[in-house]
């Protein structure tokens, strides 16, 4: 016989010997109680602006309560066996959509500012509704560019929603546009934009230089006027060109549609934000029409 099975069998016989010959009063009604429910997991890490997979789910509890002890002699029962295992943890939560992004809607990372405080510190110009809040450039030669509805909060007079469908387009320089309805996500991918909502467009830009501007519809149409607008570079010398394949009249470049708009200007002419050779991110933090309101980083 092995010594547990020995151990099982001489247990079973104290039980039956504690129960006849015990005195009247038997041991505890129970046992102690089991080991408390393991802790939740960890929040789990989102990639690239995806949904972050559900932490891992806590420890099991415990190990069974102890048996009560023995009964006396003569006792008229062997004490309750304690309590079962605890519960096991609950999962963790599941991680920030944004975390780790691509988009960056949270931070924050690298040397980067954290990105929600630095959207809340976007000064917008005068009738300005929506900025380019951050530019986050990619290894294979895109960038997620963010736009926030940078409207009056809601209560304000007026409508503050902006509608990012058909007929606007995001401009990488004058001869790389797209329908932002095609390129862009946001929540709930309804088009419409809130006051502080976000919404992150994917197009071809690199960091060395270029130019990113939201315009109300084909840039070859010489009255399609800008929503938003920044350019930078990192050796200097950026210059922002007028579409090539133009319809009749002379349209003008997507800097001068922001920095010469028939209302206030949305960009200053020759402004170009500085980014460090190395560096993949502009930040918006402070004014829309200057290079110092947005800052360079990498995260």
Not at 20 to 36: V, Y
Not at 141 to 151: E, P, T, Y
Not at 158 to 169: A, M, N, Q, R
Not at 225 to 235: E, I, R, V
Request: aromatic share 4%; net charge negative; proline share 5%.
């Amino acid at each position: 016989m092995s010594k547990t099975a020995g151990c099982v069998f001489a247990l079973g016989v104290c039980m039956v010997l504690a129960a006849a010959c015990g005195d009247d009063e038997g041991g505890p009604a129970t046992g102690e109680n089991g080991g408390a429910a393991g802790a939740g997991g960890r929040a789990g890490s989102g990639n690239a602006g995806r949904a972050g997979a559900a932490g891992a789910g806590g420890a099991l509890g415990g190990a069974a309560g102890v048996g009560g002890a023995p009964g006396g002699a003569g006792g008229s029962s062997a004490g309750a066996a304690g309590a079962g295992a605890g519960n096991g943890g609950s999962a963790g939560a599941g991680g920030d959509p944004d975390g780790g992004a691509p988009d960056g809607s949270t931070g924050p990372q690298g040397n980067c500012p954290a990105f929600p405080a630095s959207a809340l510190q976007i000064v917008p110009q005068t009738e300005q509704q929506i900025a380019i809040a951050r530019v986050l450039f990619l290894a294979d030669g895109s960038a997620d560019v963010v736009i926030r509805n940078i409207s009056p909060v809601a209560g304000d007079a007026g409508d503050t929603s902006f509608f990012i469908g058909d007929p606007l387009e995001l401009c990488s320089g004058p001869a790389n546009c797209a329908i932002m309805e095609d390129i862009c996500d946001e929540a709930g991918f309804d088009l419409q934009l809130l006051a502080g909502e976000e919404a992150t467009c994917n197009i071809d830009a690199i960091a060395a230089e270029g130019e990113l501007g939201v315009m109300s519809t084909d840039v070859v149409v010489p009255e399609a006027f800008s929503f938003a607008y920044l350019a930078w570079d990192q050796a200097g010398g950026f210059v922002s060109q007028p579409p090539v394949d133009a319809d009749a009249g002379v349209p003008t470049s997507l800097e001068d549609r922001a920095a010469n708009r028939d209302g206030p200007d949305f960009w200053t002419l020759d402004q170009r934000i500085a980014v460090t050779a190395g560096e993949d991110t502009i930040v918006g933090t402070g004014e829309t029409d200057v290079a110092a309101g947005f800052v360079s980083c990498d995260r």
